[in-house]
């Protein structure tokens, strides 16, 4: 069974609040979930709760007055429906985006492979370089925000499963896949933004026996965790 990622919802929401929740969806059996949370100002710290699943943060990176923060579930029975509840402690977003996308045909003993981040500034476009991939079947799912409220595209071979913009501030955000085997994602927008991006491998199931996560930090993140594998 090949791997399939799909969107399972998405919104952006404006105002000074401190939390918010996702419209009601339901976790497939041997899924990967993951929330990809894009928000203004790079604090506070966003949390995940919600329909039963525990929550790993794979990586969270600020840029810009931007936060950008990745979670994911391993899913072994289906929950559902219901929603997911985002929330910070004390401090208010101006404004957040989230994402909910999901991943089946999965290695069901650890999903992830490989978590790499990037950032630039002043760019249209931002490509995100992973590490060759470990197996055929294993894909690329990636998300990249912007200080623009303008929409962007991904590259050609690659399916977009959100585009969401909000402004005051102008923020953007898009997520995509490619069930090839391709390591360099990139996306394109029309206004020069400064930009952060997150992505990551997705091992199928045939791979097999995938157990460790490879984090990719930029350089000033690895100052923070001293080494490239910062869990």
Not at 14 to 33: K, P
Request: hydrophobic share 40%; with cysteine.
């Amino acid at each position: 069974m090949p791997v399939t990622c799909t969107n399972l919802t998405a919104g952006a929401t404006t105002g000074n609040i401190s939390s918010m929740s996702s419209a009601s969806i339901t976790l497939v059996a041997n899924s990967l979930a993951t929330v990809w949370l894009f928000s203004s100002p790079s604090t506070p710290n966003v949390t995940v709760t919600g329909l039963g699943a525990t929550w790993t943060l794979e990586t969270r990176v600020t840029d810009t007055a931007r936060s950008f923060a990745l979670y994911s579930s391993q899913i072994a029975a289906s929950t559902g429906p219901g929603a997911l509840d985002f929330t910070t402690a004390g401090t208010t977003w101006t404004g957040l985006i989230h994402v909910v996308n999901s991943a089946t045909g999965i290695d069901t003993t650890d999903a992830i492979v490989q978590v790499v981040t990037t950032n630039a500034a002043s760019v249209s476009t931002l490509t995100i370089t992973l590490a060759a991939f470990g197996n055929a079947n294993n894909v690329p799912m990636f998300g990249a925000g912007r200080t623009t409220d303008v929409l962007g595209d991904v590259e050609l071979g690659y399916t977009e499963l959100n585009d969401h913009t909000y402004a005051t501030p102008n923020t953007s955000f898009l997520s995509g896949w490619s069930d090839a085997l391709e390591s360099t994602p990139s996306a394109t927008w029309a206004t020069l933004s400064n930009t952060v991006a997150i992505g990551i491998e997705v091992a199928a199931t045939a791979a097999g026996g995938v157990t460790h996560k490879q984090r990719i930090a930029p350089i000033a993140q690895r100052r923070i965790c001293g080494q490239q594998r910062c869990i």
